[in-house]
């Protein structure tokens, strides 16, 4: 049976050596292709029983053509990549990495935060600037003066409540998949989504891009928030209104923005006027990155397949019920 890696390019510098060695040492064949499109997937690699991907869109056009596909992995925790509804159609496990890079969004989420709740980067490009004021500025709060809100809460989001209550903050958490019982169990109190925007100073995001969360911080959503709130977003950068931030910015509602993902990446636009504003802070969506974390990813994505291969249905498929697994 054949494990196809799609788009092996999109990773620059890594040979794949781990995902080889597992996949072949469970007597399978390793395939690295380097894929465009789904058009390119199809014309190559359509008998492929396991399929592990990093960035290449599938939808029913492509899915529906695969012929022996058992399986199709995401490297990572989001699926935007896969047409779940069009898998569930052919039979076709979708799954992805749970465990992957928790420490890592956590804690650049956590940092984001900090950043600007402490105006690092207004300061910085001041004092770049040759000024040297400590009233230059918003007045700052202590941590125990502010309280977090979580906008889900599922590994990532917990790990953040704990860095947060570790400082001071108070932190209440919106999630209405999540049990009472773990809430508690985290000492986070559990609230819906109108009082967290009423209520939290700093608001970070941590949510699937689906039909419902797509856009969901728009200007209502704005108007609903505190004055000078700070909005974290290292989830999917669609679930952001740019141009409704861009507005509160400009307006003060938002006093500050911390962003790793964008609704269009990478940002192009030399001219966006995100990038002029000292209280935002962008990076390149780079939460997830450690050596750590990508070994383990590697590792993750490759047992998958073989796991799946060898006719077991592991922890990580996402459409069990679906499939009725």
């Avoid at 395939?31 to 399929?51: F, L, N, Q, S």
């Avoid at 608001?203 to 004055?227: Q, R, V, Y």
């Avoid at 000292?278 to 990155?289: G, S």
Wanted: charged letters at 20%; a negative charge; proline letters at 2%.
């Amino acid at each position: 049976m054949k494990v196809v890696l799609l788009d092996s390019q999109v990773i620059s510098g890594y040979n794949y050596a781990i995902e080889r060695k597992i996949v072949e040492n469970a007597g399978f064949e390793f395939v690295m292709g380097t894929c465009k499109d789904e058009d390119e997937v199809v014309e190559k690699y359509r008998d492929a029983d396991a399929i592990l991907n990093i960035a290449t869109k599938m939808t029913e056009k492509s899915i529906s053509q695969l012929t022996n596909c058992q399986v199709m992995i995401r490297y990572g925790i989001g699926v935007n990549e896969f047409d779940i509804d069009a898998a569930n159609k052919m039979g076709i496990r979708i799954c992805n990495v749970t465990t992957y890079c928790i420490t890592e969004v956590a804690i650049h989420a956590t940092a984001l935060a900090l950043a600007l709740s402490r105006q690092l980067k207004h300061f910085d490009q001041a004092v770049a600037r040759g000024v040297w004021n400590q009233e230059l500025g918003r007045k700052m709060r202590r941590p125990s003066a502010q309280t977090v809100g979580l906008v889900g809460f599922g590994n990532i989001s917990r790990q953040i409540a704990k860095n947060f209550q570790g400082l001071g903050y108070s932190v209440v958490a919106y999630d209405p998949y999540v049990p009472l019982d773990v809430f508690k169990e985290k000492q986070v109190e559990q609230v819906d989504l109108e009082t967290l925007y009423a209520t939290a100073d700093i608001i970070s995001l941590h949510l699937p891009e689906t039909k419902e969360t797509a856009g969901m911080i728009n200007a209502s959503a704005f108007n609903k928030m505190k004055d000078g709130v700070i909005l974290i977003n290292a989830a999917r950068g669609g679930l952001i209104d740019t141009n409704d931030l861009v507005a509160a910015l400009k307006a003060g509602k938002v006093c500050g923005a911390g962003l790793d993902t964008l609704s269009v990446e990478p940002m192009k636009d030399v001219d966006h006027p995100l990038l002029g504003m000292e209280n935002v802070i962008l990076t390149p969506h780079i939460a997830y990155n450690s050596a750590e974390a990508n070994q383990e990813l590697f590792a993750s994505v490759a047992q998958t397949a073989v796991d799946v291969l060898n006719g077991e249905n592991p922890a990580n498929i996402l459409n069990k019920k679906a499939l009725n697994l």
